[in-house]
Each structure stands twice: as C-alpha cells, then as structure tokens.
C-alpha cells in the first residue's frame, strides 16, 4: 500500500533522485584543453563523479553530442544531445534536445546564423570526434563567436525543434542574461536558469529577483576533465532520460529539481 | 599617433608589462560586443570598452589591434593580463567613461582619414 499523499504527489511511480550535469564541453569547443575533452574521458570521469545523466554543450555546435552517447553505452551514463547558442547579444544560452536529429536541425539554423572562420592559432582547435576519441573532422566555423538571432529567436529555435531553453551561467559577469541584457525580457519562455559553481541559489534569488520565477539548475560548464560534476543538480524522476527531466523542470507529476550540489575539482 | 603617447596624453595606466609603446595607433573602435569587433575593428585600431574577461585578448590579437583600453575605472581580470603578456597585447585603464575617452581620443587626433 502506497500512502495517499505518495500516491498523489508521484502517482504510485517509483521516484528516485539522480544527479545530473547539464553543460559539459568537448574538444569541438575551441577554449577547451586540447585532446582533454575526449568521448571516452568524459564518460569515465563523469561515472567517476557518480553522475547519472549528462549534457554535451559546445559552443554554436553539437557535433560530438552522438559520439559521446556511443561512448556510454552499457556504462548507465545517460548522454543528451545539447548546445550552447550565443545570441546576437552574447547571451549564452544551453539549448538540451530530445535527439541528435533535432539537435543537428537546430545545429543548421544555428550554423546559417554564425559567420567568421576559426583561427586554431588564436582561439584553439575544434576537433569532431568519433566514440573511440579519434578525429573525423575539424569545424572550420567561428564557434566562438556569437549568432545573428536574438535572445527570442535563440529560445525560439529551441523550443521548435522540441527543446528546453536554460540561460546559462546568469551569475556571471561574461554572457549571461543578466550582464548582457539587464533582465530576463518579457515573453522570453525560459524553462530554467544556470547558476555557476561559483555561487549558490540564495545568492542568485537575492541578486536577481527575476529569478524566483523560474526553476534553478547549476552545471559545471566543464571545458577541463578534472571540472565535470564540480556543479551539479539533483533532480526526482523516474528515471534520468530527457523527458522525466523535462517534467523536473516544470515540476510535474511528483518530479522535482531538488538540490544544487557542489564537488571540489578533480585532482 | 604612438600608443606610448595616448598613454602620455590621457594618462592611461598601463597594466601588461612589456607591451609594445612604439606601435601607431591608426584609429579607434568603441564596441562591447567581442562578435562586432570582430568583423569591424581595423588593424591598428586602438579598442575601447568594458568588457574584461579574456576572450578580449582573443579578439584584440585576432584583429592585430594596437591595444585595449578598459573604461570606466574598470579592472581586467589577472587571466586577462597573464594572456595580454603572454600574447603581446597591450591593456590599458582609464577611469573615464567611453564616450568621454573617445571623444578626447579623437580630438588629439586619432582618427582614420574620411
């Protein structure tokens, strides 16, 4: 016999917590160590860290989204395809995908919108690799630079193609909405908000009041090894998959984001 | 214009060592957003803004500018400089607004020709 209040809060559905990284690097990111944010290296350290689900958000780019789910497999390390869009603001903004398909149609739009050639020798390197670490291919794009589209248009690219739209790191003081926009506009239908490892959520909900309105996350933004799962969030679900986080976020059927946790870096 | 004589003239503080006084300054560029100075700043332009994480010592050195003066009594981040060292960028402060350093800019005539 299930209790009643149980019974109504999670619908007799087994819930558990699970800790989870939401925007992690890789190799395709120019400003990451290069041959450090590997497929194989990121899932070893994140099992590591005990971490159940991950994000894999590269600047402008999700080209090693699938690469990195390969090379989970039969680990339980549960792998989303992500990006983090630049708006023509400079706000960044991680965009998390239901698959790699919709993650490679936003990828396109995306890619319509960002001008510049990468310069290896300024900005670094941006490697597309297979499950197994080796090389297939160098994106050429300017992947640190930031898009044509707005902050609306951004959100709005997500949400088409079935998406959750999370501000990243918003207590920054370098592309987060707060220090390029002022505000969280009206209308901009942000399914959650980044907080870094740098701060913690009382901090942020005294700083920015707009952010009351909206669920918290933290992650660690890892572009080294030894950063992934230093933030993470623990959230109840059924299980760690895309759409049990989705009803995490909007608070659904017993899910719940139910705490921000931190780690010390990873000697 | 020499760097080292804005430097003079405005009373900048200089904050990398070893930076490169003697270089001309062909021109100036006010922008706060790293994507726009990208495509528009021109070689030699001396950049004002204030923005200071270290991407804008990327920038500064992508588009070979003359160097970067952080406003408003702003202070860049020590990665910032350890990088400006390191890449020979030089960074410089001045506790004026952009608006009022560009226009004192432009009068000790740092401009490009019409």
């Known amino acids: 016999m ?21 925007h992690i690097h890789t190799v395709l990111s120019p400003c990451t160590e ?9 899932v070893k350290v994140a099992l590591e860290r005990g971490l159940d689900m991950i994000a894999v958000c590269d ?27 630049a708006s023509s603001e400079e706000v960044h903004f991680v965009g998390l995908f239901p698959s790699d398909e919709e993650a490679a149609t936003a990828q396109e739009e995306v890619y319509a919108h960002l001008f510049g050639e990468n310069d290896e020798d300024v900005f670094g390197c941006q490697a597309v690799v297979n499950e197994d670490d080796e090389v297939e291919d160098l994106d050429q794009r300017l992947l640190i630079s930031a898009t044509t589209l707005s902050a609306e248009r951004v959100v709005r690219l997500i949400h088409d193609r079935n998406g959750l739209a999370v501000a990243s790191h918003v207590d920054r003081q370098s592309y987060g909405i707060f220090s390029q926009l002022g505000f969280i506009p009206d209308g901009l239908k942000l399914d959650a908000l980044e907080i870094s490892s740098r701060t913690d959520s009382d901090t942020t909900l ?19 090894l030894e950063d992934i799962g230093k933030a993470f969030t623990i959230a109840r679900m059924v299980q760690p998959s895309f759409e049990e986080l989705r009803k995490a976020l909007a608070g659904v059927e017993g899910r719940a984001i139910s705490e921000l946790g931190r780690m010390a870096r990873r000697e | 214009m020499k760097l080292g004589e804005l430097v003079e003239e405005l009373k900048l503080d200089v904050r990398t060592a070893g930076a490169e006084m003697d270089r001309t300054v062909e021109g100036g560029y006010v922008s706060d957003l ?9 070689e030699g332009d001396v950049w004002l803004t204030l923005q200071l994480h270290q991407n804008i010592v990327a920038v500064a050195f992508l588009n070979n500018l003359a160097g970067i003066v952080i406003v408003g009594g702003r202070e860049p981040d020590p990665d910032t400089l350890k990088k400006a060292e390191e890449q020979g960028v030089p960074i410089m402060v001045s506790s004026w607004p952009a608006y009022e350093l560009a226009g004192r800019l432009y009068e000790k005539g740092v401009r490009r020709r019409e």
């Open chain 1, 34 to 42: 290069i041959a450090d944010m590997t497929p194989r290296a990121i």
């Open chain 2, 34 to 42: 790293l994507s726009d100075v990208i495509a528009n700043a021109k």
């Open chain 1, 59 to 85: 600047h402008n780019s999700a080209r090693n989204t699938a690469a990195t789910r390969r090379a989970a497999a039969g680990s339980g390390l549960v792998v989303l395809a992500g990006m983090e869009i």
């Open chain 1, 2 to 22: 299930v209790p009643l209040k149980k019974q109504k809060r999670g619908q007799g559905v087994n819930l558990k917590t699970y800790r989870i990284d939401l």
């Open chain 1, 206 to 224: 005294k700083k920015y009041r707009q952010c009351t309105g909206y669920p918290l996350i933290t992650s660690s933004d890892a572009h080294y």
